[in-house]
């Protein structure tokens, strides 16, 4: 039951990156407001400057937000309405905010969204892969022996995965999901979303990785991934592929083997050419 004498918690998506994204219903709140708590203040003066918005900032950040969140609360049971904004896209995806919205809930306090921006959300919608069911990773961990523990526990999931990544790690991270979910696995590198060098990336993994390995400019800005699940008939598929393989190639050369037993059982034809090694 919400306390009716307590102000509103209004949680407001900002653009990520283009500036037109903020919708008029967001300035209209952030204009309202007594307060608006920011991740970075410095950060998003400039972007309410921009809209003309006045109300007064004060810091939310992962590092002061249990401190925060006793005075933000003290404000919104005093009636008042506040903001919470982060630096980019919607607050509490990959971003502070989680500790005060379940206080504010718990004192019966109204939370409610001004959907908008989000980076996973608008790659997913431009990644032309499955997006009926799909898995949001966040960021991965930034050491590489836990990164790729990560993906192992990952490498057999059947829905898309959407991973955020920071520019210096996106070389290591991309390596690493080839090795762990396969070179042949379907991906979309997508970069600087909204913005002036927008990119769409879509391949392999290893066509991504070795991308991103020999181009600096796809190492520049901002990334989300977006990664096929596992194809649950490809371990029956590449069985398949590799006993028309082995038939054909009694009659034919190895890569015109492969390329008709990928045509007929749908395994990829570089797994099955490889296998030509291995015979
Ligand atoms: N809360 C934000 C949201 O709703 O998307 C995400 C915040 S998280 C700290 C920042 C990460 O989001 C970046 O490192 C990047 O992976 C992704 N991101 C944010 N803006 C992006 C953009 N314009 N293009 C691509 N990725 C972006």
Excluded at 25 to 38: P, S
Aim: aromatic share 4%; glycine share 8%; net charge neutral.
């Amino acid at each position: 039951m919400n306390d009716r004498h307590a102000g509103t918690l209004w949680v407001v998506a900002t653009p990520i990156g283009n500036l037109g994204d903020l919708s008029p219903r967001a300035q209209g709140v952030l204009r309202g407001v007594a307060l608006i708590a920011a991740e970075d203040t410095r950060h998003s003066r400039p972007l309410l400057e921009h809209f003309g918005i006045a109300a007064p900032l004060t810091a939310l950040h992962e590092h002061n937000e249990r401190a925060a969140v006793a005075s933000l609360l003290a404000r919104l049971q005093g009636g008042e309405d506040v903001a919470l904004i982060s630096d980019a896209g919607t607050p509490l995806v990959s971003d502070p905010g989680y500790r005060l919205v379940r206080a504010a809930r718990a004192a019966g306090v109204k939370v409610s969204p001004v959907p908008g921006a989000c980076a996973a959300i608008a790659a997913l919608s431009v990644a032309g892969l499955p997006s009926d069911r799909f898995v949001f990773e966040g960021f991965l961990p930034p050491k590489p022996a836990a990164r790729r523990a990560r993906l192992r526990a990952l490498a057999d999931e059947t829905r898309t995965l959407v991973l955020y990544e920071a520019s210096h790690r996106i070389v290591g991270c991309c390596a690493d999901l080839r090795d762990a979910f396969g070179a042949e696995r379907e991906a979309v590198l997508l970069r600087e979303l909204t913005k002036l060098h927008e990119t769409c990336l879509g391949a392999t993994l290893a066509e991504i990785a070795a991308r991103v390995e020999s181009d600096p400019e796809q190492r520049l800005g901002e990334f989300v991934l977006v990664i096929a699940g596992r194809d649950e008939d490809a371990d029956t598929k590449l069985a398949e592929g590799r006993r028309v393989f082995a038939v054909l190639r009694e009659e034919l050369p190895p890569a015109q083997a492969a390329r008709l037993a990928a045509a007929i059982s749908g395994a990829p034809r570089k797994a099955l050419y490889a296998q030509r090694a291995a015979d």
